[in-house]
């Protein structure tokens, strides 16, 4: 599954760079880690217009919802890193900033009433049939938002729309029907399956020392960090009454989240709750000690260099660690149930390895192509003198009955098969390389589930090439620029 995310993640986009403020109700979920290096908040310029990272934080909230949806409770925080979400995210907010300066150069703005229009019709708004004013405040500063800020994301989609609007793509019942035999096409085929993990090319030492010395360049240490450290204890001895911690839940119900992003029960967060009281009792007896230490009246416990992956702390803080300038010392932050000072000592920036520091890396990496190589091979030469199992009609919907073939492999497979010209070839899917014969082909049954169905992928797909051509377009008329990784 993840392979088909992340292979597909640039043509999910257009399906989720218009959508209606979905972030309400949802659940917010935590954002990973970042090294936007400007300051106050900006992480790209597009055009003339600054993203500010409250809109990455509520795209990247979306689109984790949106796949949560799609993916079910296996879909979780750890996941979305594996896929790349902040990506994603970051690609989709950059496009609609492109739309946007594009709106503004043809006129096209919203009005009040086109935004009043969208609110009164949010159900998370709604009590008893009408829109409710203090519900919507209410829900509001639960999410963390503002009337302001809200009604400003609402117009910017408000505005997406209505450009979309000038690019959309209708079929006409001719075309309709020509490409429909397209998608109703079935092929009989005879398949082999060739297995990449099967195959164990061997390396010799020389081999690897060859292959390192060509990409040397591709081996580098880690960043790593001199830190000085000072540890203040929490006393979490002190039991909160139960009208407290309700208040506090109230108002940060979304620090306490599940795996999945959701929000935890005042019940499931209890005993969380009583703890960050009690840190927040203790962080006078932290801060104390911080300006002690920043003033060097006072000792730090411990000196370490840890490598970046290695640094035990929240994303927050150690993107704090990353951007801090040598001798800063950070404010008291809580980690393990007590409060850690830290001063940064010295960044230390990636170094090329040595060859015996690089050796295991790089035999990985040179069997992986040896390893690719002989898969091609093989499958030339099996492809010579091929046989094949017959496994009847399939189409482009056939992906679940392929054996051998997870369904995104099969799916990628089927998809590659029906663009290809040659009636016999090869067609390499990840790490096995599937041999097929055509041996005729036919029109599947047509149906009236299928039509709409045909039609419907087919608009879409017009409107994402249009849509993926005005994009391109756009970049080169606006200057882009994400502080991602660009330093301070």
Do not use: C
């Amino acid at each position: 599954m993840m392979t088909w995310m992340q292979k597909r993640k640039n043509w999910l986009i257009p399906t989720i760079w218009i959508s209606t403020i979905a972030f309400v109700g949802a659940g917010f979920v935590g954002w990973g880690s970042y090294d936007f290096g400007k300051s106050q908040g900006a992480v790209a310029q597009v055009g003339e217009k600054e993203v500010k990272f409250s809109a990455l934080q509520d795209e990247y909230n979306n689109i984790y919802n949106q796949y949560s949806q799609m993916f079910g409770t296996e879909f979780n925080q750890e996941m979305a890193e594996k896929f790349k979400l902040q990506d994603v995210a970051l690609d989709a907010i950059i496009q609609k900033y492109l739309l946007l300066n594009y709106a503004e150069e043809l006129g096209i703005g919203a009005t009040k009433k086109d935004i009043a229009k969208e609110l009164v019709q949010m159900p998370a708004f709604i009590v008893d049939g009408r829109f409710d004013k203090n519900t919507y405040i209410k829900v509001l500063a639960q999410n963390r938002t503002t009337p302001t800020d809200f009604e400003e994301r609402i117009k910017q989609d408000v505005i997406l729309r209505k450009v979309q609007s000038l690019f959309t793509a209708t079929s006409s019942q001719k075309e309709l029907a020509t490409l429909s035999k397209l998608f109703l096409l079935e092929d009989e085929l005879k398949i082999q399956i060739i297995d990449g993990d099967t195959l164990n090319p061997q390396t010799t030492e020389d081999q690897v020392k060859q292959y390192w010395e060509k990409n040397s360049n591709n081996y580098m240490s880690e960043p790593s960090y001199e830190l000085q450290t000072f540890a203040t204890s929490i006393d979490n001895t002190m039991m909160h009454s139960d009208k407290d911690i309700e208040e506090h839940y109230t108002v940060n119900k979304f620090d306490y989240l599940k795996e999945d992003g959701k929000i935890q029960t005042l019940e499931e967060a209890k005993e969380k709750i009583n703890f960050d009281l009690n840190a927040k009792l203790s962080k006078k007896t932290a801060l104390k000690s911080y300006l002690k230490l920043k003033k060097d009246k006072q000792k730090f416990e411990t000196t370490l260099t840890l490598f970046e992956s290695k640094l035990p702390y929240a994303q927050e803080d150690i993107k704090n660690i990353q951007e801090a300038k040598t001798g800063t010392v950070l404010k008291p932050f809580v980690h393990n149930k007590e409060y850690i000072t830290i001063k940064v000592i010295k960044q230390i920036k990636p170094q090329a390895l040595s060859y015996e520091k690089a050796k295991s890396l790089a035999n990985e990496d040179l069997l992986n192509t040896l390893k690719t190589s002989a898969l091609q091979d093989e499958a030339k030469k099996q492809l010579e003198n091929f046989q094949g199992k017959n496994i009847g009609f399939v189409s482009t919907q056939s992906a679940g009955k392929i054996d051998g073939l997870t369904p995104p492999q099969a799916q990628q497979f089927l998809t590659k098969l029906f663009t290809m010209t040659t009636k016999k070839d090869i067609i390499i899917i990840e790490n096995k390389a599937i041999i097929y014969e055509i041996l005729q082909s036919r029109l599947g049954n047509e149906d009236l589930a299928k039509e709409n169905s045909i039609k419907t992928s087919i608009e879409n797909l017009k409107n994402n090439e249009i849509m993926k051509s005005l994009l391109e377009k756009l970049r080169m008329q606006y200057e882009v620029y994400s502080y991602k990784d660009q330093g301070k």
